[in-house]
C-alpha cells in the first residue's frame, strides 16, 4: 500500500471538470485507488464518490493505492490536484 497526503491546490478544488479528469486519469491504473478527506473515504474511480466528498482548494486529502502501478498512480492523481486541468 502506498499513501501520500497531498494538498489541494488547483483553482477550482475538486468539482466538475477538474474531477472527471481526476476519476479518468484514475480508471487509467489497475491498482485499487482511494482518496479522503476527513473522516470520509472513497473510491478515487468513482465520479459520484468524488463529488459528495466536497473537495475544495486548501483541503488537505490522503491518497492511497494498493496494488503494482500504486506509487505511479498516486503520482499522477497527486499532480492533477496541483493544478487546473482544463
Known sequence: MFEKEV???CESGLHNRQATY???KANEFECSIWIESGNRKMNAKSLLGIMSLGIVTGTTV????TGADAEAAVAALE???QRDVY
Open 62 to 65: 490522503t491518497l492511497s493505492a
Open 7 to 9: 494538498l489541494v491546490s
Open 79 to 81: 499532480a492533477l490536484l
Open 22 to 24: 481526476f476519476v479518468q
